[in-house]
């Protein structure tokens, strides 16, 4: 708006209705004048139609401009209206005190109608250019947020798809990365306040690892199909090229970090995730036999996930189990496998990991 614009309103209190005729005398060709003669009276004009700007005077009976000032710039709906005192205090400390309440400038009577009006479309101005410019950063934020949210989708849909290279060359594992995904996450917030985990089990680091979890398996395109796909036990050899897949992994998801600028976290979960994810609490696990708290958390937590899952899915080693023989075998597996406290957490929500398993279930999930 500009000052010719008719729509703006100036609301003018003050408890002399003379000083309001003259203030109306001064601006009623410019701007429509609404008039209000006690705070009280004002504060209940501002509810019910906003105006552009307020001229405020100071000495009113029982509530006077300082606290109705206060009162308006205390209520963020309406504390970017602009205020101009317009009173008959002139001591500096009494201009002083009106500033500090958040008024935009301080005017002493008797009025000069020149001053009032320079004053008002300079401050209406100000405050044009701060809405518009309030506006052009809400659009801004708000196509930051829309263009963070499609780099999220595209993240996690690209990582999904790296993670079904893996998959798809063993068509028995169908969902399997989606439920892992879950499972991870499902325990990872079920253990965000124990005190072992509560360090590392951020909101946002919960978030990466979700992200990271469908990478767990990508090193197994370098497994060949002859040792990928047996049906029978592995010999001594084909289990330790089965083993390398954890290296592949690793490798690979550290080649794509090269080209970028910046490290992301879910990308280095991932490698935690893919190259630790087969080591086992007492040490008897691959690829480095790490035992304990030494065996990265990211990767306890998706030792847990793919076990459960491997568990009551179909493999071409063996059929699929039922979700309480998996939960004994996990259950059994305490302090040898797994992480103890990952085993009790995953214990009290065990029918919670049963209800992802049946929501992405495959034909022969359990």
């Known amino acids: 708006m500009n000052q010719e614009n008719p729509m703006q309103i100036i609301l003018a209190v003050d408890d002399t209705p003379t000083n309001i005729d003259v203030v109306k005398g001064v601006l009623?060709?410019?701007?429509?004048?609404?008039?209000?003669?006690?705070g009280r009276m004002a504060l209940k004009i501002i509810e019910k139609k906003r105006p552009d700007l307020i001229l405020l005077d100071i000495m009113m009976p029982e509530m006077d401009g300082y606290e109705v000032c206060r009162m308006i710039k205390a209520d963020p709906?309406?504390?970017?209206?602009?205020?101009?005192?317009?009173?008959?205090?002139?001591?500096a400390e009494d201009e002083a005190r009106g500033l500090e309440l958040g008024a935009v400038d301080y005017i002493t009577k008797p009025i000069?109608?020149?001053?009032?009006?320079?004053?008002?479309?300079?401050?209406?101005?100000?405050?044009?250019?701060?809405?518009?410019?309030?506006?052009?950063?809400?659009?801004?934020?708000?196509?930051?947020?829309?263009?963070t949210r499609q780099m999220e989708e595209l993240q996690d849909v690209t990582m999904v798809a790296m993670g079904s290279l893996a998959e798809a060359r063993d068509p028995e594992t169908g969902n399997h990365i989606r439920r892992t995904q879950h499972y991870v996450k499902l325990l990872a917030l079920h253990l965000k306040s124990h005190p072992r985990f509560c360090h590392f089990l951020s909101p946002e680091n919960i978030t990466s690892l979700f992200k990271s979890a469908p990478l767990h398996?990508?090193?197994?395109?370098?497994v060949p199909d002859h040792i990928l796909l047996k049906p029978g036990p592995l010999t001594a050899a084909e289990?330790?090229?089965?083993?390398?897949?954890?290296?592949?992994?690793?490798?690979?998801?550290?080649a794509a970090e090269k080209s970028i600028t910046q490290t992301e976290d879910f990308l280095f979960f991932a490698k935690e995730i893919a190259y630790s994810h087969q080591e086992k609490w007492d040490g008897s696990g691959y690829p480095e036999g790490l035992k304990g708290d030494e065996i990265p958390i990211s990767a306890r937590l998706m030792a847990v996930a793919d076990v459960y899952d491997a568990l009551i899915s179909r493999r071409v080693y063996k059929p699929p189990f039922s979700h309480q023989k998996a939960v004994t075998i996990?259950?059994?597996?305490k302090g040898s496998h797994f992480d103890p406290d990952m085993v009790e957490g995953f214990l009290e929500i065990a029918d919670d990991f049963q209800a992802v398993a049946q929501e992405y279930a495959d034909s022969e999930v359990a």
């Open 239 to 254: 289990f330790e090229e089965m083993k390398k897949h954890t290296n592949y992994g690793r490798d690979a998801i550290a």
């Open 217 to 222: 398996d990508i090193g197994k395109v370098g």
């Open 330 to 333: 996990i259950r059994e597996g």
């Open 28 to 38: 009623s060709h410019d701007y429509v004048i609404q008039a209000a003669v006690s």
């Open 77 to 91: 709906t309406i504390a970017d209206i602009p205020i101009i005192f317009l009173t008959a205090k002139a001591e």
């Open 112 to 147: 000069s109608p020149a001053i009032l009006k320079g004053r008002i479309k300079t401050h209406l101005e100000l405050k044009l250019s701060r809405d518009h410019l309030r506006r052009q950063n809400e659009q801004l934020e708000e196509r930051v947020i829309e263009r």
